[in-house]
């Protein structure tokens, strides 16, 4: 099947080249230059496990190519995919469907026969039949667009994957038109392999992707707070989250305690949904989603507070590593990154702040340039009074802490576990987890 990916980000070029990949036709447009300019040379535009690869092998199928050109994704396909960023809105907590809406518009300019378009970013329940009013208010006389939703639902670090084999497909449509049968054929090798399709409205397709992000945010936050609890009761918090997470009812997924949650979706979207429920008149209801984004927020504060107290309450000055930037190993994803948000706070307290990360140095630098950078873990640790071990990339837990240099009496406070507590302490330092 022939189909277009409008808008080739960290959703829409893992879609481009995963549904490449399922033997698809695919145009995969954007519109800016450096991404483009990646993408046209077959390489990947950010660091995404995979990804590269799945786009040189598209390319070189002959399946996957790339335009900055609405009308040639117009001629290309029948099928459209709005795959582009919906980001939390610079005055409120709602999602900002600008970036949305000017796909849509630009798109149906160059639409000159029926075509589909299916809503990929996620957005509030109520968008789709916005996005169908106002592209059958542009589209050319004649032309019929039929609209679906269908969120994603893949993970950073896994989304090639995520498209391939879906945990599940969600398809929502009008009755009486032909989106059901176009995307039932568009995932027939994932339905065939027994992946869940769940057929329903829009705004309860549009829902789906919101209500999973809160509950994940909510796990996540429930296990820090247990985390805080064994820290002023003397448990631990490692043996209560294993057996816990052995019921098979909860399960141990997002039972990890440590720095909590960050990246483009969680916050974004578990903060637009609780804007939806009190537009909505239903904010009461969703109190805890408030209380989850608060115990979220806190694990930062906890993170300053205890380089704080390690540095004797005084920080102005005093040199402090930070080992991560991303917002999770695997990529290179800074944005609401905790790594990035401690370190910019340890800053603004006073501290001589070096960051390290193996993937997202250019886009931490870009973000904030006022932190020193180091070019290698090692280096990036000499005469740190401490060091806040806050992305748990693998290569870290393979350091041996006898060669660092850092200051005497050095600190390590783990947020992100998996690090060697015997190996750090018999090397001298003092450690203390999150």
């Known amino acids: 099947m022939k189909i277009s990916i409008i808008g080739c980000g960290r959703l829409g070029a893992p879609y481009a080249a995963g549904m490449a990949g399922l033997g698809h036709h695919v145009l995969g447009l954007d519109t800016d230059p450096d991404t483009m300019a990646a993408l046209r040379a077959g390489k990947a535009p950010f660091a995404e496990p995979g990804l590269a690869e799945a786009i040189t092998g598209g390319a070189d199928s002959g399946r996957l190519t790339f335009t900055d050109s609405y009308a040639r994704a117009a001629e290309h396909a029948d099928v459209h995919f709005l795959a582009v960023p919906t980001p939390q809105a610079a005055d409120s907590d709602h999602h900002d469907l600008s970036i949305l809406f000017a796909a849509a518009e630009s798109l149906a300019r160059h639409l000159h026969r029926d075509s589909l378009v299916v809503v990929k970013s996620s957005v509030p329940a109520g968008t789709s039949a916005r996005v169908a009013a106002r592209m059958a208010e542009i589209a050319g006389p004649g032309v019929t667009i039929e609209v679906a939703a269908s969120p994603d639902f893949m993970r950073e670090g896994c989304s090639i994957a995520d498209v391939r084999r879906p945990t599940r497909i969600v398809l929502g449509v009008q009755p009486g038109g032909t989106a059901e049968a176009t995307l039932r054929a568009l995932w027939a090798p994932c339905v065939a392999a027994g992946v869940p399709l769940v057929v329903t409205d829009w705004p309860t397709a549009e829902l789906c992707k919101l209500a999973a992000n809160g509950f994940l945010a909510t796990r996540i936050s429930y296990v820090n707070a247990l985390a805080a609890f064994c820290g002023a009761a003397g448990a631990n918090i490692a043996d209560l989250a294993a057996a816990v997470g052995y019921d098979p009812r909860i399960g141990a997924d997002y039972l990890t305690p440590g720095l909590g949650f960050g990246g483009s979706c969680l916050s974004k979207d578990l903060r637009g949904f609780v804007a939806m429920a009190q537009s909505l008149g239903v904010g009461d209801s969703f109190r805890l989603l408030t209380a989850v984004d608060e115990i979220n927020q806190q694990r930062r504060q906890r993170a300053l507070t205890a380089t704080l107290n390690a540095l004797g309450g005084a920080a102005a000055g005093q040199p402090v ?29 006073g501290a001589t702040v070096t960051v390290y990360d193996p993937q997202a140095m250019d886009l931490a630098r870009a973000e904030c340039p006022h932190l020193n950078y180091a070019t290698d873990p090692v280096t990036a640790v000499e005469q740190a009074r401490v060091l806040l071990h806050l992305t748990g990339w693998p290569q870290f837990a393979e350091i041996d802490p006898s060669d660092l240099r850092p200051a005497p009496q050095p600190v390590l406070i783990d947020a992100r576990g998996g690090l060697s507590w015997t190996r750090w302490t018999g090397a001298g330092w003092t450690v203390y987890p999150l």
């Open 321 to 349: 590593t930070v080992w991560g930037a991303a917002f999770k190993p695997g990529i290179d994803d800074v944005r609401d990154s905790p790594a990035l948000d401690v370190a910019k706070r340890l800053h603004q307290a």
